[in-house]
């Protein structure tokens, strides 16, 4: 199960009207955010997101954006790759 970072702060905004159901977002976000309903993609839960840009990048209408490294959990992984103290003020 995906971890949950801060409520209510992620980025992340998705446009229905835009989707025509490819599904790449589904395929490549790495904490199932994206779910197929119907012909079109939907979110689960926008507090699983992890602001990294995959569905943005692979979204050919865009109907998704995001702003991908501004984040708390971008702040926390680059926190331990720079053998940092892990925080979300980095």
Same mark, same amino acid.
């Given at each position: 199960?995906?971890? +949950?970072?801060?409520?209510?702060? %992620?980025?992340? =905004?998705?446009?229905? #009207?835009?989707?025509?159901?490819? /599904? @790449?977002? %589904? *395929?490549?976000?790495?904490? =199932?955010? !994206?779910? @197929? #309903?119907?012909?079109? *993609? =939907?979110?689960?839960?926008?507090?699983?997101?992890?602001?990294?840009? =995959?569905?943005? +990048?692979?979204?050919? !209408?865009? *109907?998704?954006? %995001?702003?991908?490294? %501004?984040?708390?959990?971008? *702040?926390?992984? @680059?926190?331990?790759?720079?053998?940092? #103290?892990?925080?979300? /003020?980095?």
């Amino acid at each position: 199960m995906p971890l +949950r970072y801060l409520e209510n702060v %992620v980025t992340l =905004a998705y446009d229905p #009207e835009k989707c025509t159901g490819c /599904g @790449m977002c %589904v *395929a490549v976000c790495p904490h =199932a955010v !994206f779910v @197929m #309903e119907g012909k079109k *993609a =939907a979110i689960t839960d926008k507090d699983l997101c992890m602001e990294c840009g =995959a569905c943005l +990048r692979n979204c050919p !209408f865009e *109907a998704i954006s %995001v702003r991908p490294g %501004v984040g708390c959990a971008y *702040a926390l992984m @680059m926190s331990q790759l720079k053998g940092r #103290e892990i925080s979300c /003020g980095d």
